[in-house]
């Protein structure tokens, strides 16, 4: 699978089995496409990451312990229309990985809102095959990753709202 995703220009790197953390010194810096790199490092059993940024964006909506991104994405959807068919992950915990490509660098978004983050520059995602608590990440809808939504593109850029209360600052 490592190959494969390198095969489409995608950085690769280990993650310890059965967990979402690299097994490598330096996380997401040692990601590769280069082959025999790739077969060195995932040479014993272990997860598999996908770098985020250079291109490829994950929109991550995470419905466990009710953190409701299905929610949000709902709510987003209705007030902006659908996300356009594109690349996606069934995540071991029920949630979805969504695969956008977009020309430009833009910034990771952890909470965008409410159970969604944004992985972008400097990110990662689990990818299939892996394992997570027992529960595999599969491809849920496989084919090229479609363009990142203008609308989407506007809520990522867009500067968070600064809440301030007494005695503490809030961003």
């Given at each position: ?45 272990c ?7 250079q291109?490829?964006?994950?929109l ?12 949000t ?24 990985h ?62 968070p ?11």
């Open positions: 699978a490592a190959l494969a995703y390198a095969a489409l220009d995608w950085r690769v790197f280990p993650l310890l089995p059965d967990k979402k953390i690299p097994a490598t010194p330096h996380g997401f810096k040692d990601a590769t496409t280069d082959p025999a790199t790739i077969r060195r490092l995932f040479d014993n059993p997860n598999l990451a996908i770098c985020t940024g291109g490829l964006y994950v991550d909506i995470d419905v466990r312990d009710g953190k409701g991104g299905d929610d994405l709902a709510a987003w959807e209705r007030q902006y229309g659908t996300l356009p068919r594109t690349r996606s992950v069934k995540t071991w915990s029920g949630g979805q969504y695969y956008f490509t977009h020309p430009g660098p833009l910034k990771k978004r952890p909470a965008l809102g409410p159970g969604v983050d944004f992985q972008a520059e400097g990110g990662y995602v689990v990818a299939p095959p892996s394992i997570v608590n027992g529960q595999p990440y599969a491809w849920d809808e496989e084919g090229d990753p479609a363009p990142l939504p203008d609308w989407l593109l506007a809520l990522i850029l867009q500067k709202f600064k809440i301030f209360s007494k005695g503490s600052r809030n961003v």
